[in-house]
């Protein structure tokens, strides 16, 4: 109400001195204050404009409405390229590549989804809608942060103990491989709901699904 009270007040201010201004100075003033709520009005179609509610499924989740604007299309699109173009939702075959490998690539997954959010603009929550930033917390907490805290430090316990051995001589590799692939798989519809979100056509033609 303070805010409003201000506002109107000072509304009543320019309008006062703008009915005391005569000839050109009236004009330019005119014109100036027209410019000026022009800018603004673009600003807040900008942030708001082309508002779009989208259904998502993914783990966790189940089905959710998710309403997007442009802003936040963008930092959706962000996220599914650092998704898609990870081990995360690669295929690891028990022969190839290696386990460490990956979870250094599921670690720097966590670090950029992070990074992107925090130097995104946050998204203004609509009732009965989730935001996109709803969707990469919930898969940086429920996939990525279990994932990790449980295997990395198993992983980096046996290099220290056996600092020559390869990762086949760990007993617990193969367990590691195992529950690695059923991560994949659900990041894998979290990249997925990324893209619809960011209105990607033909998401799977980009992103190699785990088998």
Request: proline share 5%; net charge neutral.
């Amino acid at each position: 109400m303070l805010a409003a009270a201000v506002v109107g007040a000072l509304a009543g201010l320019v309008i006062f001195e703008l009915t005391r201004i005569g000839g050109r100075g009236l004009y330019i003033t005119a014109g100036a204050v027209a410019g000026m709520a022009g800018i603004v009005v673009i600003q807040i179609y900008n942030r708001s404009a082309r508002l779009t509610e989208v259904k998502v499924s993914v783990p966790q989740l189940s089905e959710l409405t998710f309403v997007v604007n442009n802003e936040s299309r963008n930092v959706a699109w962000q996220l599914f390229v650092e998704t898609v173009t990870r081990v995360s939702t690669q295929p690891l075959d028990d022969d190839e590549g290696l386990t460490r490998e990956a979870l250094t690539s599921l670690y720097g997954l966590f670090a950029t989804t992070r990074d992107t959010l925090k130097s995104s603009r946050p998204s203004v929550p609509v009732p009965g809608g989730r935001t996109v930033e709803h969707l990469a917390i919930t898969m940086l907490n429920q996939e990525l942060r279990p994932f990790l805290s449980k295997w990395h430090p198993r992983l980096r316990e046996f290099e220290q103990a056996r600092p020559d051995a390869t990762e086949t001589d760990w007993p617990e590799n193969a367990a590691c491989r195992a529950e690695l692939r059923e991560a994949q798989r659900r990041i894998h519809a979290y990249a997925m709901g990324f893209a619809k979100l960011a209105g990607v056509r033909e998401p799977e033609a980009m992103a190699s699904a785990v088998p």
